[in-house]
Structure formats: C-alpha cells, structure tokens
C-alpha cells in the first residue's frame, strides 16, 4: 500500500510563499498521475494542481499563476507564491482523481494558513 507523507506547511503572511512537499512511499512511475488537493474548513477537498507523464501540468483558476506543481524520483512538490487568505486549508496530495478510478490512501496532510 502506497503512503504518502505531506509536509511544509506553516502560517504565512498575504503575499509570501511555501513550498509543499508530498513523500510517496515508492518510486513514482511515469503512469502515476499526481495531484495536490486541498480542503478548507467546511469545504469539499477540492483538486488544485496536477501533474502527469512528460511532466505536464494542470492548475485550477484559483491558483493559476501563482502555484507550480513538480516532482522527482518519489515527491511531488507544490510552489505556493502570492499566497492569500483564501489558500488557507489542509493540503494533500494523491492520485489525479481525473485519471484514476481510484486513490491511495489519504495522509495527513500539512495545514497552510495565510494571515497577516
């Protein structure tokens, strides 16, 4: 069973940065389709950058711009710049659940808060 290990988030100011790591327990193979996900509070878990074979890459309208998705041999990272309030959430990473029928199991993800 894969696992995943999220880390690097913190509380940061409107406008700084983070960068999120996410450990996958084995290599990520070129079929593997990886995403970062985030949930607020009170809020559906909602997909918010991916990243597939070639390294191609997708981000949600909300983040575009601002976040870059990347990964090597067995992490996938997430550059967070210009952060806003409305980043602030628990942020996971998984399979791209647009490409797969199913999911590893969830981490424990690492909580972002953007407050001045």
């Known amino acids: 069973q894969v696992q995943l290990v999220e880390s690097g988030g913190g509380l940061v100011q409107p406008g700084g940065s983070l960068r999120l790591s996410c450990q996958v327990s084995?290599?990520?193979?070129?079929?593997?389709?990886l995403a970062w996900y985030r949930q607020a509070p009170g809020n559906q878990r909602e997909l918010v950058a991916g990243?597939?074979?070639?390294?191609r890459t997708y981000y949600a309208d909300a983040v575009k711009g601002r976040f870059i998705v990347s990964k090597d041999v067995n992490t996938v990272y997430l550059q967070m710049n210009n952060l806003k309030p409305e980043d602030t959430a628990d942020y996971y990473c998984?399979?791209?659940?647009?490409?797969?029928?199913?999911?590893?199991?969830w981490g424990r993800g690492t909580q972002v808060t953007v407050s001045s």
């Open positions: 998984n399979r791209d659940q647009r490409y797969h029928d199913t999911l590893w199991e």
């Open positions: 084995r290599r990520i193979y070129s079929s593997d389709r």
């Open positions: 990243i597939s074979s070639f390294d």
